[in-house]
């Protein structure tokens, strides 16, 4: 089962997103892991199951996260697409609900930590050979941009992604 990094929880009252720091409902996440270890167990030798943490830990994904963190500090139209996509997701926490226990900018600046951590574990993925991407709910709209050429001057595994959403309606 995939877990979120740390910086982002459930709330137990509303089930949002929280960008509320050092904070851990262990129990949540004891229940979810116990329903993961036993999802994969009705799994085992079905599939290959590849866990992203072991991608998260690797050295490529420390090479990856540095090259994106340098290209945010440089490259003006992907340093502005990364900040809108995360305040686009603060906007979307609010109207569903959410309460932001931080000062938002607090919270825009740790959605841009997460945003460049992911996109570097994506890239990871890209590299060894899962170009293939299906989200369950709307891609990020900046990876669609990497696939569809906005970043022409970016050399990047994640230009190489093919980024499918996965929209799942109940009949």
């Not at 990094?5 to 229940?31: H, M, W």
């Not at 036993?38 to 998260?56: P, V």
């Amino acid at each position: 089962m995939i877990f979120p990094l740390k910086r982002y929880f459930l709330s137990k009252e509303s089930g949002c997103v929280s960008a509320t720091q050092n904070i851990v409902f262990p129990d949540v996440y004891d229940v979810k892991k116990k329903e993961g270890e036993k999802w994969l167990a009705d799994l085992e030798n079905k599939f290959q199951i590849d866990f992203w943490e072991t991608h998260y830990k690797s050295n490529a994904r420390e090479r990856e996260f540095k090259k994106l963190s340098s290209l945010f500090e440089t490259h003006i139209l992907f340093r502005d697409a990364i900040k809108l996509t995360a305040s686009d997701f603060i906007d979307r926490q609010l109207s569903r609900g959410c309460h932001i226990h931080v000062d938002r900018n607090i919270a825009i600046n740790s959605s841009i930590e997460y945003l460049l951590e992911e996109m570097s574990v994506f890239s990871v993925l890209i590299e060894d050979g899962y170009k293939v991407q299906v989200y369950p709910g709307n891609q990020l709209k900046i990876l669609k941009d990497f696939a569809n050429g906005v970043f022409t001057d970016i050399k990047s595994n994640l230009s190489k992604g093919i980024y499918i959403d996965l929209t799942i309606k109940k009949v």
